[in-house]
């Protein structure tokens, strides 16, 4: 058999602006018995590094704009959350309850990625997206293997919706240390057949799988190792190799 | 910490018409050590029930239609493809090398997810997606039952394309046993915070985090057991759940 282990870690500490999320997550595997193993792949949500880079914004202080009122009037959306998500993405889409928006990440998903859980319970603070997740994933990567002399993968993730598919999934929006494909072009199956077109997207499944531990709720979990995956170390990968060119688009 | 494994199981015999899937994964978990323990999802990739389901057309086999031909032509593909394209999904888009479909199982992907690939080498024949998937995961899963006293989920996946993302990721295209939504709405976040709209697709997460281990390749592993998850047992869930009504596409 050939085994992945998917490894969340629970009662992880409070982050704070300014908080050094990479010598965070070291301390505590040292206390909670988890060691860091070379080839590790270290999934992080999106929540925690927007926290520790100050995206956290008080939506009482948010002047929405004259278009802001506008869609927020059409959807029923706060208009102080519309004029943030128009500040964050571009809007492909408006419904009721709903914007889909293209954030400056590639990302296509609701409000810009703008959230009111797990901020702080007051339900008046919102998270942003953090600013720049692959420079992010790159300083984190870096610090861990200055903490640990080990090299890791390091993936910034968030749920979001699909098109054509209920429910929301976990998405990669920050990735340093791995190529985000595997691909099978040029290479043999079981049966001697050389494939011609598949290419994987391993890291929105790895994204994915970590999304199982760490869940949403009053146990989420911000960190998750995932153990045993075969990947290709890649430097210069980031996260922006998975956003497909706006004029590849099938459905816009 | 909490934690996931997400288990390959390796050699695993080839798959013929006729085959009894669930006699096989339980004969093959014996010969390699593997116990099935209660609450594993059982993940099975499509291409082996299509073999057992004798769902393997040879292309000589195949007269295309006039409109095959059209599209062939208009987009490179062999035309005795594109008469099964017709015949197993509605067409959505047309490119170049490329026939975007809507399948019987309401999977939105190319070529209605029919394949060449592990098929038996010779790149003329090639497997159609199941007939129906979901009737397959639970006669697998009643007959995983009968033969251990467990009680698994079973799901049956395929890879396909994303919208807006490089790359393919596992998608469930037949299901039973679990609820594949996690949903949080109404309860509270780690601060307290009530939340309203999240819901999870879980099993599109466990799909992708099984093709971490199955892979496509020439060590590709067909069947995968993913343990430890946290789910809701259900009875009547099919993975027709997880498909969005085209009347709320926002894409299309």
New interface residues.
Partial sequence: ??????????DFPEVKTGTDLAALIVQHCER?G?EILERDVLVIASKIVSKAEGRIVDLRQVKPSEKALNIASQTGIDPRLVELVLREGEIL?V?KELI?TLTRH?L?CGNAGID????????TRVALLPEDPDKTAREVRARIRELTGKNVAVLIVD?CG??????????VIGLSGLN???S?VG???????T??R?????A???A??A???M???????PVAIIRG?EYEICEECTAK????PREQ????
């Fill in positions: 058999m050939r085994k992945i282990e998917i490894i969340g870690l629970r909670t988890v889409k419904k889909i590639g296509v009111y859980s797990n901020v702080d319970g007051t339900g749920t699909r098109p054509f598919r209920r429910g929301a999934v976990n998405f985000p494909f595997r099978y290479k043999r199956d079981r049966y001697g057949y494939m011609t598949t290419a994987i997207c391993i929105d499944e790895i994915a799988a999304e199982l531990v869940g949403q709720g009053d146990e989420s979990i995956i190799d998975i956003v497909m688009w099938l459905f816009g």
